[in-house]
């Protein structure tokens, strides 16, 4: 059984920073890839970073957030710096294995429940 907790959302202003944290159970936890993604009321889930023995990040988030992990705690993170009202929405991390795209919502199958960003102007 794969469990997922988020944390560290919270209210910004633009231009601050957050760091997420994303709490993994699973056994085998370095051969899943996490990923983190992002949904603002009315929009559709997007991605916005994930790990595995790489990164990728949406190109929306480059160079202003950092995705790592820590396979002995069995924990990502998520750096975010220089926050924009756009960034405004929960955040979910997610964890997948067996795929080669880990860009896509669709491939994983274990979720947590998320953490609220908002980002003011």
């Known amino acids: 059984q794969v469990q997922l907790v988020e944390s560290g959302g919270g209210l910004v202003q633009a231009g601050d920073s957050l760091r997420l944290t994303c709490t993994v159970s699973?056994?085998?936890?370095?051969?899943?890839?996490i990923g983190w993604f992002r949904q603002a009321p009315g929009k559709e889930r997007e991605f916005v970073a994930t790990?595995?023995?790489?990164?990728y990040y949406a190109d929306s988030v480059k160079g202003r957030f950092t995705i790592s992990r820590d396979n002995a705690k069995t924990t990502v993170y998520l750096q975010m710096n220089s926050l924009k009202p756009e960034d405004t929405g929960v955040y979910l991390c997610?964890?997948?294995?067996?795929?080669?795209?880990?860009?896509?919502?669709?491939?994983?199958?274990?979720w947590g429940r998320g953490t609220q960003v908002t980002v003011s102007s």
């Open positions: 997610a964890a997948a294995r067996g795929w080669d795209d880990y860009t896509r919502v669709n491939v994983y199958a274990h």
């Open positions: 699973a056994r085998m936890f370095s051969t899943y890839a």
């Open positions: 790990i595995t023995e790489r990164t």
